[in-house]
């Protein structure tokens, strides 16, 4: 097709919001109330694996990592994800599957599984320079 850039790379991945979601979790409700009400919210995985973490319990943030990851994987399959691309940090909707991502990273750091830590770094960077610079 004329005009059309070849080497370009696959284009960008934007998940949808969940706005009763994010406002349950922006206005105050305790992450995992917000999980349990709306358990594909990466989001709110993400703030339960921060918690752990930032209460000494790499395992349970590991648990909520995965899930969040998990969860938003499926939701970047649906919105047409193949693997590879850019999954851009600028996109607040975004934001839940890649503080997961870096989550996951984090904990599995911490508990010594170095293979799945440098797999996440890895991830994230090729994801989104920008919400490894951030989150990092």
């Not at 358990?39 to 590991?62: M, Q």
């Not at 399959?77 to 940090?89: K, L």
């Not at 010594?112 to 440098?118: K, L, N």
């Amino acid at each position: 097709m004329p005009g059309e850039n070849l080497l370009s790379g696959p284009p960008e991945t934007l998940l949808p919001d969940d706005p009763a979601a994010r406002e349950a979790l922006v206005s105050g409700v305790d992450a995992a109330t917000v999980a349990a009400a709306h358990p594909t919210y990466s989001a709110a995985w993400a703030d339960l694996a921060d918690r752990a973490f930032s209460a000494g319990d790499a395992v349970t943030s590991y648990a909520f990592a995965r899930t969040g990851y998990h969860r938003g994987l499926d939701q970047l399959r649906r919105a047409g994800w193949r693997g590879s691309g850019p999954i851009p940090w600028a996109h607040e909707p975004n934001r839940g599957f890649l503080r997961s991502l870096n989550a996951l990273g984090r904990a599995a750091e911490a508990i010594g599984e170095t293979d799945e830590a440098t797999r996440c770094a890895e991830f994230l960077r090729d994801s989104s320079e920008e919400a490894a610079d951030t989150l990092r």
